[in-house]
């Protein structure tokens, strides 16, 4: 059994910048007297900040597990997908070169409405998913031109 889940270096760090957002957005909101325009924009973009990353975070959060041909993604806030192998129409690993070095990150897509995504800087299993689309599923793989 494969499972691919967020890793907890990953969540700490983002649970660590909302607390520091929210933290600051409720002391500016509480704290600094309302009377200039641009002491209400601290609060404000704070806030509003930490609450798009909230939901980022809430909505984003997957655990993929491939247990032999069932594979089943796992969310939050959405309803779980389960697919079976047969049912992938393509995958793709994506690499980005960047400053810190390479971003890598696989795309699965099973039909409509149903995706996982998986990097290896973010969740574990990266590299297990990845070795079995390259063994059960290789044809299907979508080639960069």
């Known amino acids: 059994m494969i499972q691919s889940r967020p890793k907890g270096?990953?969540?700490f760090s983002l649970i660590l910048f909302?607390?520091?957002a929210y933290g600051v957005g409720f002391w500016a909101w509480f704290s600094i007297p309302p009377s200039p325009a641009i002491w209400l924009a601290l609060p404000v973009f704070c806030l509003a900040t930490a609450l798009v990353i909230t939901l980022k975070v809430l909505l984003g959060y997957r655990v993929i597990s491939i247990n032999g041909d069932q594979w089943q993604v796992v969310r939050l806030l959405r309803q779980d997908q389960k697919f079976r192998g047969k049912e992938i129409e393509w995958w793709r690993e994506i690499e980005i070169k960047?400053?810190?070095?390479?971003?890598?990150?696989?795309?699965v897509h099973a039909g409509k409405g149903v995706d996982a995504k998986v990097s290896l800087q973010e969740h574990?299993?990266?590299?297990?998913?990845?070795?079995?689309?390259k063994t059960k599923h290789r044809h299907k793989e979508l080639k960069d031109i």
């Open 18 to 20: 909302l607390i520091i």
């Open 98 to 107: 960047t400053a810190g070095g390479q971003y890598k990150q696989l795309q």
């Open 9 to 11: 270096t990953t969540l």
């Open 124 to 133: 574990t299993g990266y590299e297990g998913i990845l070795k079995r689309l």
